[in-house]
C-alpha cells in the first residue's frame, strides 16, 4: 500500500523551529520529485516546496525562502521540511505529498495525514 | 498567478456546476484540479487539465481553452460537496488557486 506518514509537527514559540518528517512505502521513493504543502486554518492549500528526485533541485514559495529548508534521504525513503524563525502565520496543517511525473508537473496523487503546526507564546 | 472563481458557490444535487481558472500567462495544459475534504488529505481529481485520475467519477471533466480552464461536474451528487483546488504546475512555485467551495443549496 501507498502511503505517506507525517509527524513531527506541535506548538512552538514565534521565531523557534521545527523539524517535520514524512516516511513513505509502498512505492520507489527516488522516482518522484515530492512536495510539502499547507493549509492555514480557515485558508486554502498554499504549495509550500518541492525536491527533485536526487535533491540537487529545490524550489519554495517566497514566504518560505530563507526560513525552510526541504530535504530528503533516500536510503530512508524520508522526506523533510526544516523551519526556522517560525512565525504566527505558518500555523498550518503540513501535508507531504508524491509528485506525478519524472519532472514532478503533473500533480500530487499521493498525500499524507497532515501533521498540525501550531505557532504561538 | 491562479485566478480561481467562483470563491464559493451554493448548488442541489443533480445540478451541473463550472469553476474556472485563469491563469495568467500560457502554461500549456500544466493545470491540475484537486477535491478537498474538511480533515481529510486533498484528493487529485484531474491532471494535465483534461486526464481523470483512476477511480474519479466520469461526471467530473477538466478542459482548457487558451489561458482558461474548467472543472465540471455534471450531475452533482451529495459527496461532492467540497473545496475545489486549481494549480498550475508549469513554473516552480507550483501555485494553487484561492479555492472554490462548493455547497449544498
Not at chain 1, 525513503?77 to 517560525?86: K, P, T
Amino acid at each position: 500500500e501507498v502511503q505517506l506518514v507525517e509527524s513531527g509537527g506541535g506548538l512552538v514559540q514565534p521565531g523557534g523551529s521545527l523539524r517535520l518528517s514524512c516516511e513513505v512505502s509502498g512505492f520507489t521513493f527516488t522516482k518522484h520529485w515530492m512536495t510539502w504543502v499547507r493549509q492555514a486554518p480557515g485558508k486554502g492549500l498554499e504549495w509550500v516546496a518541492n525536491i527533485k528526485q536526487d535533491g540537487t533541485e529545490k524550489w519554495y514559495v517566497d514566504s518560505a525562502k530563507g526560513r525552510f529548508t526541504i530535504s530528503r534521504d533516500n536510503a530512508k525513503n524520508s522526506l523533510y521540511l526544516q523551519m526556522i524563525s517560525l512565525r504566527v502565520e505558518d500555523t498550518a496543517v503540513y501535508y507531504c505529498a508524491r509528485d506525478l511525473g519524472e519532472s514532478g508537473d503533473f500533480g500530487m496523487d499521493v498525500w499524507g495525514q497532515g501533521t498540525t503546526v501550531t505557532v504561538s507564546s | 498567478q491562479m485566478t480561481q472563481s467562483p470563491s464559493s458557490l451554493s448548488a442541489s444535487v443533480g445540478d451541473r456546476v463550472t469553476i474556472t481558472c485563469r491563469a495568467s500567462q500560457s502554461i500549456s495544459t500544466y493545470v491540475n484540479w484537486y477535491q478537498h475534504k474538511p480533515g481529510k488529505a486533498p484528493r487529485l481529481l484531474i491532471n494535465a487539465a483534461s486526464t481523470l485520475q483512476s477511480g474519479v467519477p466520469s461526471r467530473f471533466r477538466g478542459s482548457r481553452s487558451g489561458t482558461d480552464f474548467t472543472l465540471t461536474i455534471s450531475s452533482l451528487q451529495p459527496e461532492d460537496f467540497a473545496t475545489y483546488y486549481c494549480q498550475q504546475s508549469y513554473n516552480n512555485p507550483y501555485t494553487f488557486g484561492q479555492g472554490t467551495k462548493l455547497e449544498i443549496k
